[in-house]
């Protein structure tokens, strides 16, 4: 081990003096700064994060002691004897104050609130003080350095695996970011710089450095982050020998951690499913910004095995409970599924990365999948409950809590739901990319010019789009529609589960009235031209009720159907099917689907009526709210 782990900080050394000068995502995002949203149903969502999800997780971190754990970090620093505070809780407790305020933070672009800015201005002032003077943030060691945290070891990262010191740094610098890019202010980013330079300073590879591995990934694709807004080479830096010393730790080879076997020999998904989807998040970071195709090769080698034989349906992934992990190729149960939120989001990282390293739509087919679906269940429709596992059936044991101990999922959610807005449009050159279809208007500076679009949507519930130019450079720019999997007959760029009643939905784009024809390029229909203000695209696309099955292999989904329609997947709830169990229900074996508009249901959905059974469905995100009892995504069939 010594000697492959000094094999490896030479290799590392070598690659940092010969590497090629930083740059941006090869596709860039148009950031959340530059888009308003303007859509009922993600409107919905963002109010119920404003009015209810935030103003929660802030409630839970003044009265669960999160304020107090800083507050008592700064006294301890200023002491010049041990105060004796008790440091219980988990070591990454502060890391939901730093979520909270990411989260926040994007709201302000929507919901501009001096009194929620002030707020956290307030809070920053806490945090700020619990920091030491060389940077180092860490309140479960800082509140009582003689007996810190049990999983904290008597010094700084000696046991940086358990510990969650640079896990903390991660979500330190993502909500800093977050801050910065919605306010202007560096109140947190200077306390996030402090920090990732003392983690710089201290390891590493140089030979006054110690070689330490992150537990609980994310720092890497923080501080990958970082690097994009400073410019500092030093923060991609950590982040690549972070990637490159994995299994080079305290905790040696290890699938739990991803660590198992050597990342440039990787290539299946494995292990804690969030560890995993933030680590597979920091490789895309690094293969983008370096642009070293070895790291391109084995993200996307994992990403074929996830989405070729670990996913849900629901874009869900985490099979097993034991873990909190992925299973083993097609281990896909459904009562005992695990899901986790937090993996839900991690997934919608990894592709969105995947996305800006390729420029594929196949990597917006499983994030708008996961988002609808994975991601919006873990959230109750108030914003005020939560579930931590999102299984894709339920004996009525599975409920929403308002929190819980280990807040690591409504505080994610705090930080997610708000953020939506950054990953509808990309750009490249003079190439303008559609990739979410929500009612919004965004403007963006392409190669030509500046570029401002309106968008308005009924999505998801029908599939037509129109878009007004609103301003273009004078000679034109390309605009780049994606034409969704569920269109072109794929559930997902892979065989693990496909469309199973003979429908060959269409779509049509018209520009200013007249309908346009063209080869799709990965995924995406091209429209290049001298555009006018007022110019108007509309892209309609059919929208039929679509019955799925899963891959053979995936014996928990054997003789069982599924349904879908545009992004939304469907599941049979208890309230809607009096008298009927819907667990054990057998369906024909050629169902017609009825579509049905229920605009005072549930904060408004359409659901689907199955064949001579009558079995209503509703949208998977939507189950859970009228009390607990059976559910199922599958259903049997004859």
Known sequence: MKKTALAVLLAFALAACSAPQGHDYPFRPVPFTAVQVTDPFWGQRLQASREVTIPLAFSKCEETG????????????????????????????????????????????????????????SVLVIVAAAQEPDGYLYTARTRNPEHPHRWSGAER????????????????IEGAVAHYRATGKRNFLDIAIKFADCVCHEIGPGPDQQVRVPGHQIAEMALAKLYTVTGDRKYL?????????????????????????????????????????????????????????????????????????????????GARREGEA????????????????????????????????HGSSKYYDVLERTLYNGVLSGVSLDGGSFFYPNPLESDGRHQRQPWFGCACCPSNI?????????????????????????????????????????????????????????KAPRKGFTLKLRIPGWVRGEVLPSDLYSYADGLQPGYKVLVNGEELHAELLDGYFCISRAWKPGDKVELLMDMPARIVRAHPSVQDDAGRVAF???????????????????????????????????????????????????????????WNHRGAGDMAVWLRQE
Not at 80 to 86: A, I, M, Q, T, V
Not at 270 to 288: F, K, L, N, P, T
Not at 426 to 441: E, M
Not at 447 to 468: H, M, Q, R, S
Request: charged share 25%.
């Open 564 to 622: 879908e329609r545009g992004p939304i997947v469907y599941c049979a709830e208890w309230p809607d099917n009096p008298g009927v169990k819907v667990r054990e229900v057998v369906l024909e074996a050629n169902p017609e689907l009825t579509v049905r508009h229920e605009p005072d249901k549930l904060y408004g959905i359409d659901e689907l009526v199955v064949g001579r059974s009558g079995l209503t469905l509703i949208p998977y995100y939507a």
């Open 326 to 357: 992925f299973g083993d190729a097609y281990e896909l149960p459904n009562l005992t599924s695990y899901c986790e939120t937090c993996a839900a989001i991690g997934n919608v990282y990894t592709n969105y990365r995947l996305f800006l390293l």
């Open 414 to 470: 705090a930080r997610f739901i708000p953020s939506v807005a950054g990953y509808a449009y990309a750009f490249r050159d003079n190439d303008l990319y559609v990739n979410l279809y929500l009612s919004s208007r965004m403007s963006e500076t392409l190669k030509g010019g500046e570029v401002a679009l309106t968008t308005e949507t009924g999505y998801p519930w029908n599939g037509d789009v129109a878009i007004t130019v609103d």
């Open 237 to 317: 830096d950590e982040a690549k020998f972070f990637i490159d010393m994995r299994g080079h730790g305290e905790k040696g080879m290890d699938a739990y951690r991803q660590s198992d076997v050597p990342v440039m020999e990787q290539d299946e998904a494995v292990g804690h499913a969030v560890r995993a989807e933030y680590w597979y998040s920091g490789i895309a970071d690094v293969a983008a910004l370096t642009g070293e195709m070895q790291y391109t090769e084995v993200i996307d080698r994992i990403w074929e095995n996830m989405v070729g034989k670990k996913i849900y349906l629901t874009g869900g992934v």
């Open 66 to 121: 999160r304020y107090r754990n800083f507050e008592e970090a700064a006294q301890q620093m200023h002491a010049d004897e041990n105060l004796g505070f008790r440091v219980g809780g988990l070591p990454f407790d502060d890391t939901d104050v730093y979520k909270t305020i990411e989260g926040a933070s994007y709201l302000l672009q929507t919901y501009p609130d001096p009194k929620l800015e002030a707020y956290i201005d």
């Open 157 to 172: 990262w000696v046991q940086i695996e358990d510990s969650h010191e640079l896990y903390d740094l991660g979500h330190l």
